[in-house]
């Protein structure tokens, strides 16, 4: 490839924008070689976030500037990022994202296994973490409730894995009608030895699903976990609105970014006659990111089978990948791994923190 022909390629991707990273293809840093292969000229390009719903775009559109004699090469190069306070790295996890909400009820939990997987559908290796030690539901959503991890020596054990997404909840370890009226400081011991007790593998994102409020867990996983950024989930309501600010807030005071704002049951759709209303208000996700400076990711609407099918453990990326509801989701989770992509400098790569004893 000679010098006029790489400033020719260089030239045509500069009108080319990544709709995620917002910055064209040359200046994201995504063009990663120009060669020659017989009588083709081969574009590699290297993602720095899981986008394998946008490949057929960006090619269609080098092609479309390049020629048909251009074939187009993808590839992603996840990196980690680093946590709050300098904490390191988590072994085999490079990026941990926290979901949260100030207050229950307003489908965090569905929320996050939904982003979970659509993450994994963009070509990502993902886990959930399931951080509500009170009232764990992701081991239903995620249709493996009652099974139990396998337990490695006398300290670790395997993260149950499900649909392709590695696990790990209380759910698994107590019977599920056995509440855990446990006190503040044991919960929080829990979390912390469920965290890194689970030998992860190789996880380019772990999704913690955080309780509500902004209690015992929420410091816990402040002080002792490298959280590379939130994911606030609210609803319209005027007082779950009130209740996110505060978790915005909290998430601030301890030097975790947000990512951004997700606002659910934002429309309710007629199952009948498909009419959309704002019965929970309207804008609401849209006027908390303005104030705080954060990105409002997206819009869910109040939906009959978002329910059905994260009840029924098989959620709707997987269920309905086809669906409007699927690639919300999925258009969420390229927005997720983008602003952590571009926020900064990647952290390095901290190993082992946990080890495996011998008997």
């Known amino acids: 490839m000679t010098a006029p022909e790489q400033a020719q390629v260089e030239t045509a991707l500069q009108q080319i924008q990544d709709p995620y990273l917002k910055q064209d293809l040359v200046s994201a840093g995504v063009l990663k070689e120009v060669r020659n292969a017989g009588d ?4 590699a390009l ?6 394998a719903g946008t490949q057929d775009d960006i090619r269609a559109q080098v092609k479309a500037a390049l020629g048909e004699g251009t074939e187009v090469e993808f590839s992603t ?3 980690p990022h680093a946590g709050q306070h300098q904490l390191p790295n988590m072994a085999q996890v490079k990026n941990i994202v926290a979901v949260a909400s100030g207050k229950g009820g307003v489908g965090k939990s569905t929320t996050t296994v939904n982003l979970a997987l659509a993450m994994a559908a963009e070509g ?3 886990g959930i973490m399931d951080a509500d030690i009170y009232g764990p ?21 395997k993260p149950v894995v499900s649909h392709g997404i590695q696990s790990m909840s209380m759910s698994y370890l107590i019977d599920e009608n056995t509440p855990m009226v446990w006190r503040g400081p044991m919960v929080a011991g829990a979390l912390q030895q469920l965290m890194t007790q689970t030998l992860w593998e190789d996880l380019d994102y772990l999704f913690v699903d955080m309780p509500p409020g902004t209690g015992d867990v ?7 976990v490298p959280v590379a950024g939130a994911v606030v989930v609210t609803t319209p309501q005027d007082i779950a609105l009130l209740d996110a600010k505060k978790g915005v807030e909290m998430f601030r005071k301890v030097d975790i970014p947000v990512l951004g704002v997700v606002e659910n049951m934002s429309t309710h759709i007629c199952s009948n006659c498909g009419h959309a209303e704002h019965i929970f208000g309207e804008g609401g996700g849209e006027r908390i990111s303005e104030q705080y400076d954060t990105e409002l990711l997206g819009n869910l609407p ?11 453990g098989n959620p709707t990326v997987l269920s309905d990948p086809e669906s409007a509801e699927a690639e919300l989701y999925r258009d969420i989770a390229r927005k997720v791994g983008a602003i952590l992509a571009v926020r900064g400098k990647a952290a390095p790569v ?8 011998e008997d």
Do not use: W
């Open 40 to 43: 083709k000229r081969v574009v």
């Open 124 to 126: 990502a290796k993902v």
């Open 77 to 79: 190069n996840i990196l």
């Open 218 to 224: 929420q410091l816990t996983l402040s002080q002792k």
């Open 350 to 357: 901290s190993f082992p923190n946990i080890s495996v004893e």
């Open 302 to 312: 109040l939906s009959l089978s978002i329910r059905q099918q994260v009840d029924a």
């Open 46 to 51: 290297e993602f720095p976030y899981p986008c």
């Open 137 to 157: 539901s992701q081991g239903l959503m995620l249709g493996v409730e009652g099974k139990r991890p396998e337990p490695v020596g006398d300290k670790h054990m």
